[in-house]
């Protein structure tokens, strides 16, 4: 699976932003989907993630109730939908595939496939 994420940028804080993975690959669908992010001299953080269905996306502490995950199977995207940025949002934000089922997809150990990271800078 190559993944690539898309739709970073800059915003101001309270602003929205929706980025987008598109895969490639025929077996999309069976994966879970997730989202982490990294600021430089931190740990890769997790955001989100959506399991092969769809219906049941869980999140970081830190951005629920503000993004929400989606997936398009016929289209092979996965796209998170972040409203009320703050400035501690910015970060480079990456998307990952995997199978394996730990810890409902929050570690970086249940991924197996990583894109190249989109920056989203949130100014205050």
Request: glycine letters at 12%; hydrophobic letters at 30%.
């Amino acid at each position: 699976v190559q993944l690539q994420a898309s739709g970073g940028g800059l915003v101001q804080a309270g602003g929205s932003l929706r980025l987008s993975c598109a895969a490639s690959g025929r077996t999309f669908s069976s994966y879970r989907m997730g989202w982490f992010r990294q600021v430089p001299g931190k740990e890769r953080e997790f955001v989100a993630a959506i399991g092969w269905s769809g219906r049941t996306p869980v999140y970081a502490d830190s951005v629920k109730d503000r993004f929400t995950i989606s997936r398009d199977n016929a289209k092979n995207t996965v796209d998170p939908q972040m409203n009320s940025l703050k400035p501690e949002d910015t970060a480079v934000y990456y998307c990952a595939a995997g199978t394996t089922y730990r810890d409902y997809g929050k570690v970086r150990e249940a991924y197996d496939y990583w894109g190249q990271g989109t920056l989203v800078t949130v100014s205050s």
